[in-house]
Structure formats: structure tokens, C-alpha cells
């Protein structure tokens, strides 16, 4: 299970088997939910307790088993509650402590045994305290120790046997100092060796051997120093390569064997880089090349060992490139073809070995063509047959003998056709029955085999229907139950032995719409 935290959308727990999100929000009405929609932070501990940072509603406990929340929030008349209720860092350490770092209140360690909070602040008096109250980052080096960045205070390492700070602070005169105390982010990689992202100041990484910093800083002339030297995230992938996310210049990849970094991001004077920085679709192929759908670059692939993106656009001299620049959906079949579907130029499908697309594009004079131009989603079922959805054309059925389609229209009768031809999703239900999702004309369960249709649609007055018919998402649970996300509907659970539907939204503390997520915890399979 993923979860991913927002600014101003609470937290959402992602199910890669499923591949959606439920969200958990704050509801003013009750205290069992999320005291704040803005989180800033997350950890696990050993128990599968999550533990969250709120921008207001200070740290919060997750149980995911009972689906509850505790609160923990500062109390003037309680010297052990919690200093500030703005907690902007979460770090749960090997000992099973929980600390959480404030803005202008310092650093809490919290004990579960004893329900207690531990404040450590600054004291200009005291060199082994805290280097500033304003704690962005925390994390914990192999030796247990605790290593804190503060925003304007430097760095500070806490000695768990001591309990006592040693600083770390920069103020120009040193280049082998911290290039400024302003500090983001903090990493460490495989190799043990701590990273320190800062507000203006690049990324330094610490030699203990030499209790020095080596920094690494934007140079506008040498291409191969970093993006960007506000840097507000670092992480390191599988294969060791560390990635850093900066404020305005995109992300740069870090090359170990040289130190020069490499940037991500469209560029007009580079040829091999992506080329639209909007991007609609993702998918990663069998072959592990990355392929992007953008709004107005067309097709991206991206080999990553080769580290080249090779651009797939409409040319109009070339009937064998791509139909439109505006990629929507992705699908790779189980031969390995790539089927690209576009919003205004069809459905394409590539071939890797010949590298031309094969065009499928709406024919008024022939009525085997695709039903629509503007493809929101292509899917494969169980049996190798290709699924179109269209946003004015229905559904459609690709023959790969006839390379032809057969279509399912709402005008073929409602109680018999498709309820509506703005196709949104499409997912397959064990039996091989298909459940086709809507933009507005709710839910359908389609039997290919009978060409039977059952629809599901939205009731005024029955909270046991569909709560809208604007259906966006789909997701099958293993006992043949759906979860359903809706346009303005929130979130429907449907019972297929009962044939109702559950619904939760707002008045649950649920987001009615998608917000902007900010970091994401990988916790153990649930």
C-alpha cells in the first residue's frame, strides 16, 4: 500500500492491485478523522501505526486496521503535550520514538509508552541545544542518531546517549561549511552518506571524516551542475541513482562516477530532451522504456539506459506517424504493441520493431470505422480483445481480422445499449463481464457474450443508488464488490449480493475533488 499526503486534501491510501486511492480528510463534526487536510509529513512505525504532521492540527495517529485517528496537539496547561501544532517533519526512529518537527516550536520526541512529549528548543545560551525552532527535515543515521534541519538555524545532530545537539551552521566566509542554514530536505543514501538540501544554497553532502561539506550549487555556466539550488526533495532509486526535486528547475539526476548532475525537463534547445512538460500518461513497458502521452508534444519514450527521449509526433507528409499530438491513454497489449489513444486524432497502434503507428480514426462513409476521434481509454480484457471508450462515440470493439470496429451506442435503446456515449472507464469483472464507466450517464455491466446491458444510475432520494453518474474510476474487490469514484459524488462501494451502493463523500471527510500531493510514505503490504 502507498500513501500519499497532500497540501489541503488530507492523505490518501493508494492500492497498486487495485490501482486507486481512498482519501481520508478532516470533518469539523467528528474527532475520530484527520484533525487537518493539510499534511506535511508521514512514517510508519513498527506496530503499522501511521504518524502524521498537520499544518494546524498537530500530529496525528493513524490506525489503518480500524480506520481511526488519535490527536496529539499542543495543551498550554500541559508541559508534556506537543509545543506547536504546525508539524512540518515525522520521523518514527529504531527505538520506536515518534519526533515530530514544529515551526517556531522546536523538536518533540514522543514516547508511546508513557503518552509523553519531550520538547527540545533553542537557547542562544546553550552550544549543544537545538541550532533553531523552525525543524523542516528529520532523519536517523545507521548509529541512532538524530539529524535535524532546521530553516534558518542550520543543521543539528542529536546524540541519543548524551541527549545532547552538535551544530552545524554556514555563514559564507567557508565554502566547506553549509552554503546557508535554510534547510529543505534531508537523505541518506545506501552508502550512508548524508544529504542536505537548502534554500538557495544547492545540496552539500557531508565527509565525516573531515566533519566538512562538499556543495553542490546551480552554475548558469556549466550545464551539468544542478537544476536549481532551492531543493525540497531527495530520494534514491533501486539501482543507487539519487534524484533531487527543486523549486523552479525540475529534477536532476545525480551521475556517481563524475558528480555531474542530469536534468529533466523540457528544453527547446535539446532535441533528446521531453518535450511538453504537461503530461496526460504514463506507462512503463515490459522492456522497462518509459513511454509519456503530453498535451501537445505527442508520444515521449524514454530509454533509460540510453538516458534519450525520443519524440513520436503527427507529421502531416507522414501517414505512418502518429494521428495527433494530444496523447490521452496509454495501453500496452499482451503482444507488446502500444496503443495510443489520442483526444481529436483517434486510436493509434505502434509497432516497436517497425516504429510506424497504424491510424484508427472515425470514417462518417464507413460504419466499421472507430465511432469517435477523441479517445479517453483503451483497455485489453482476458481473452486479448481490444476495448475503446470515446467521449461522443460510445464504445467500441476492435475485430483484428477485419481491423474494423463494432460499436455500442446509447442510441441503440437505453435498456438495451450503453447508457451514454461519453466513455470514461473500462475494467473487467472476473466473469469476464465488462464494467463501463460513464461521464454522465452512470455505471454499465455489459455481457459481450449475451449483449446484455444492466445499468446503475444515480436516484434523487435513494442512498442506496449510485450517488453520480458521472463515473471516473473503478476498482474490483476480490469478493466481486466495486469501489467507484464519481464526478461531485465522492466515493461509491457497491455490493453485488445486496445490488446497493454505499456512498462517501464530503460529510464524511471526504475530498470531492483531486488535490496536489506533496510526499509519499511506501509502508508495508496490508
Same mark, same amino acid.
Given at each position: 500500500? =502507498?500513501?500519499v499526503?497532500?497540501?489541503w486534501?488530507g492523505?490518501?491510501? #493508494?492500492?497498486?492491485?487495485?490501482q ?6 478532516a470533518d ?7 484533525s487537518?487536510n ?6 510508519e ?7 502524521l *504532521?498537520?499544518d494546524?492540527?498537530?500530529?496525528? &495517529?493513524?490506525d !489503518? ?5 488519535? $490527536?496529539?496537539?499542543h495543551d498550554?496547561?500541559?508541559?508534556h503535550? /506537543?509545543?506547536n501544532? +504546525?508539524?512540518?517533519?515525522? $520521523? ?7 519526533w ?15 503518552g509523553r512529549?519531550?520538547?527540545?528548543r533553542? @537557547?542562544?545560551a ?5 541550532g533553531g525552532?523552525?525543524?523542516?527535515? /528529520?532523519? %536517523? ?5 538524530i539529524?535535524v ?7 543539528s ?5 548524551t541527549?545532547?545537539?552538535?551544530? #552545524?551552521?554556514? @555563514?559564507g ?17 545506501a ?10 544554497g544547492g545540496?552539500?553532502?557531508?565527509? !565525516?571524516?573531515?566533519?566538512k561539506?562538499?556543495?553542490y550549487?546551480h552554475d548558469?555556466r556549466?550545464p551539468e551542475? /544542478?537544476?536549481?539550488?532551492i531543493?525540497l526533495s531527495m530520494i534514491e532509486?533501486?539501482?543507487g541513482?539519487?534524484?533531487f526535486?527543486?523549486?523552479?528547475g525540475g ?6 562516477t &563524475?558528480?555531474?548532475?542530469h $536534468? ?9 530532451s521531453?518535450?511538453?512538460n ?10 522497462n ?8 508534444g505527442?508520444l515521449?519514450r #524514454? ?7 525520443? $519524440? ?6 507522414d501517414?505512418?506517424s502518429?494521428s495527433? +499530438?494530444h496523447?490521452r491513454?496509454?495501453?500496452e497489449?499482451h ?12 486510436l493509434? &497502434?505502434?509497432?516497436?520493431l517497425? =516504429?510506424k503507428?497504424?491510424?484508427?480514426l472515425n ?7 472507430l465511432?469517435g476521434?477523441?479517445? #479517453? ?11 475503446v471508450?470515446?467521449r461522443t462515440g460510445?464504445? +467500441?470493439l476492435?475485430?483484428?481480422t ?12 437505453y435498456d438495451?445499449?450503453?447508457s451514454?456515449?461519453?466513455v470514461?472507464? /473500462? =475494467? %473487467? ?5 465488462l464494467w ?5 450517464? *452512470?455505471?454499465n455491466l455489459?455481457d !459481450?457474450?449475451s449483449?446484455?446491458w444492466t445499468?446503475?444510475?444515480s436516484?434523487a432520494?435513494d442512498t442506496t443508488?449510485?450517488s453520480?453518474?458521472?463515473v471516473?474510476?473503478?476498482? %474490483?474487490? +476480490?469478493?466481486?464488490?466495486l469501489?467507484i469514484?464519481?464526478?461531485?459524488g465522492?466515493i461509491n462501494?457497491?455490493?453485488p ?5 454505499r456512498v462517501?463523500d464530503?460529510r464524511?471527510?471526504l475530498a470531492?475533488r483531486? %488535490? ?8 508495508r503490504?496490508?
Open positions: 500500500t =502507498r500513501w499526503v497532500t497540501n486534501g492523505f490518501n491510501r #493508494y492500492d497498486p492491485s487495485t486507486r486511492f481512498k482519501r481520508y480528510q469539523p463534526g467528528s474527532k475520530h478523522t484527520l487537518h493539510y499534511v506535511w509529513d508521514i512514517d512505525d513498527r506496530h503499522g501505526m501511521l504518524w *504532521g498537520t494546524g492540527g498537530g500530529l496525528d &495517529r493513524f !489503518p486496521r480500524k480506520g481511526s485517528f488519535t $490527536h496529539f496537539r498550554p496547561a500541559d508541559p503535550s /506537543i509545543s501544532d +504546525n508539524v512540518v517533519a515525522v $520521523h518514527v526512529d529504531g527505538r520506536g520514538a515518534v515530530a518537527g514544529t515551526r517556531q516550536g522546536g523538536l518533540c520526541r514522543f514516547d508511546p509508552a508513557t512529549f519531550r520538547i527540545f533553542h @537557547d542562544p546553550d552550544p549543544s541545544s537545538l525552532d523552525d525543524v523542516r527535515a /528529520i532523519i %536517523e543515521d545507521a548509529e541512532g542518531r539529524w534541519g532546521t530553516f534558518g538555524g542550520g543543521l545532530v542529536f546524540d541519543p546517549g541527549e545532547r545537539f552538535t551544530r #552545524y551552521a554556514g @555563514d566566509s567557508d565554502p566547506w561549511q553549509l552554503p546557508n542554514n535554510r534547510i529543505h530536505s534531508l537523505m541518506i543514501d552508502k550512508g552518506t548524508i544529504w542536505i538540501g537548502t534554500d538557495g545540496v552539500s553532502r557531508f565527509i !565525516p571524516q573531515q566533519n561539506f562538499l556543495t550549487r548558469t556549466k551542475s /544542478i537544476c536549481n539550488d531543493i532509486d533501486n539501482s541513482v539519487l534524484w526535486g527543486s523549486e523552479f529534477i536532476s539526476k545525480l551521475d556517481h &563524475r558528480y555531474n548532475f $536534468h529533466y525537463r523540457s528544453d527547446p534547445d535539446n532535441r533528446n521531453l518535450n511538453d504537461s503530461v496526460w500518461s504514463i506507462l512503463i513497458d515490459r522492456n522504456i518509459l513511454w509519456i502521452g503530453t498535451r501537445v505527442g515521449n #524514454y530509454d533509460r539506459a540510453a538516458n534519450r527521449f525520443t $519524440h513520436f509526433l503527427h507529421d502531416p507528409r501517414p505512418f502518429l495527433n +499530438n496523447v491513454c496509454l495501453l497489449d503482444d507488446g504493441r502500444l496503443w495510443v489513444g489520442t483526444d481529436g486524432g483517434g493509434n &497502434r505502434f509497432d516497436p517497425t =516504429r503507428f497504424t491510424r484508427y470514417d462518417p462513409v464507413n460504419p466499421a470505422s465511432s476521434n477523441r479517445v #479517453y481509454c483503451v483497455f485489453q480484457d482476458s481473452r486479448d480483445r481490444i476495448w471508450g470515446t460510445g464504445l +467500441n476492435f475485430d483484428p477485419t481491423r474494423g470496429f463494432r460499436h455500442y451506442r446509447s442510441e441503440d435503446g438495451q445499449g450503453l451514454n456515449d461519453f470514461y472507464v /473500462i =475494467r %473487467e469483472r472476473s466473469d469476464g463481464k463501463v464507466g460513464t461521464f454522465a450517464g *452512470g455505471l455489459f !459481450p457474450e449483449g446484455r445499468h446503475y444510475r436516484r432520494n443508488a449510485l453520480s453518474d458521472c471516473l474510476a473503478i476498482t %474490483e474487490t +476480490n469478493d466481486g464488490g469501489w469514484g464519481t464526478g461531485g465522492g462501494h457497491f455490493d449480493k445486496t445490488g446497493k451502493f462517501w464530503e464524511d471527510g470531492n483531486s %488535490e496536489e500531493h506533496t510526499s509519499e510514505l511506501q509502508s503490504q496490508s
